[in-house]
């Protein structure tokens, strides 16, 4: 199959869109693989991409918590959908040949830093060997343009223990990880860098790493994440421990690090010199502590408490993090759209919602709508 656009389309600088949200004139009859649809960020950039008038093929392993959000939000609908285990050379070579994607959005992973403790080697298998799974079948295959590969805030290598004060990662500081899932991804970004100087870049394709932080919205039931597991306490009726709510991290709504992810591979289509790691996330400034995004959370939810309850023994995770995202500001025109206010307020209205009775979907299309609107 041949691009849907024509040899004659502007490249360059001067190609750039407008603006930081996703252009629907770009997106419209693109063939896009996405990988991990059926989790959390997955199921809202399926849901996105539809919106935008993108062919969509996805794989991903079925989902992995109970409830979820691809069955509610009927994101089987929005592509064509298949179960495929991106540790599965074989079958992710097989679903690119059949797909023929002109671009490629890289979710599929083990996504939390506690399961990594419990499954590290799981950590590793899929999130290096997966990656690299999905970038070696990309090898010789026509068509393709653009692949963003989304990683995570936690690759960088840490400073130490108490880093309040010390200056937000930026893409060129060292990569490393203490734990499993850190670690895994900061090899995956290894992997990703190879692949593009060795293979990709020379075969016209435009490979770049997503490095977002960390992400709230409605529909995420994963496990050892403070919004869920506010939900589940306040809508059992229990109160909410938590591990360090002096912990801080750049948190921002999901649309946020979506909309980079879509904004990078548009720029990329037009000039693959772009090619290489952003970060995603808000301002510096406005990295907020646990216990500010819970007492928010609380607050909008209109119920629950929570108390501070250190575990002892518990696995070491970092006490301060943030980004640095005047990359992605200045390349590609990102820009947060929402405050931490605004994202939290949207976040609880989604689930209290959900629980009385509202359509998933119907509820993710009007966060969407509201974010596109938003100025």
Not at 27 to 40: C, E, I, P, S
Not at 117 to 129: G, H, Q, R
Not at 170 to 179: C, I, R
Not at 227 to 232: E, F, L, N, Q, Y
């Amino acid at each position: 199959m041949s691009p849907t656009t024509s040899n004659s389309e502007p490249t360059g600088a001067d190609a750039l869109p407008a603006g930081a949200l996703p252009r629907a004139d770009f997106w419209r009859g693109k063939r896009v693989l996405l990988t991990g649809h059926t989790g959390f960020k997955g199921s809202w950039l399926a849901l996105w991409l539809q919106r935008l008038g993108a062919q969509v093929s996805a794989i991903a392993l079925p989902p992995a918590t109970e409830p979820d959000l691809f069955g509610p939000a009927r994101i089987a609908q929005t592509c064509d959908s298949s179960f495929i285990d991106i540790r599965d050379a074989t079958a992710v070579a097989a679903a690119v040949r059949r797909t023929e994607p002109q671009i490629v959005l890289h979710l599929a992973a083990q996504a939390l830093v506690r399961a990594s403790y419990k499954a590290p080697l799981e950590s590793f298998a899929t999130n290096v060997m997966g990656t690299a799974h999905v970038l070696d079948a990309l090898r010789a295959q026509g068509g393709v343009r653009v692949a963003v590969v989304v990683t995570t805030d936690k690759v960088y290598r840490q400073r130490g223990d108490d880093l309040s004060g010390v200056s937000p990662f930026v893409e060129s500081d060292e990569l490393g990880g203490h734990d499993p899932y850190s670690a895994s991804k900061a090899a995956s970004e290894t992997v990703v860098a190879s692949y593009r100087d060795a293979f990709l870049r020379a075969q016209g394709v435009a490979v770049a790493s997503a490095r977002a932080g960390n992400v709230i919205g409605g529909g995420d039931w994963s496990e050892d994440r403070l919004i869920p597991d506010a939900v589940r306490a306040w809508q059992a009726g229990s109160v909410l421990a938590i591990r360090n709510p002096h912990a801080t991290r750049p948190w921002q709504h999901v649309l946020e690090p979506l909309a980079g992810y879509l904004r990078l591979a548009e720029c990329l289509w037009h000039d693959a010199t772009l090619a290489g790691a952003y970060n995603f996330g808000p301002r510096t400034d406005e990295a907020a502590t646990v216990g500010d995004v819970i007492t928010l959370a609380r607050q909008t939810y209109g119920r629950g408490e929570w108390r501070n309850e250190a575990q002892a023994g518990a696995p070491h995770e970092a006490g301060w993090l943030a980004l640095d995202v005047a990359r992605a500001r200045e390349r590609l025109g990102v820009s947060p759209r929402w405050s931490l206010n605004e994202g939290v307020l949207r976040t609880m209205n989604w689930y209290r919602r959900f629980a009385e009775g509202a359509d998933a979907r119907a509820l993710c299309e009007a966060d969407i709508a509201a974010f596109e609107a938003a100025r």
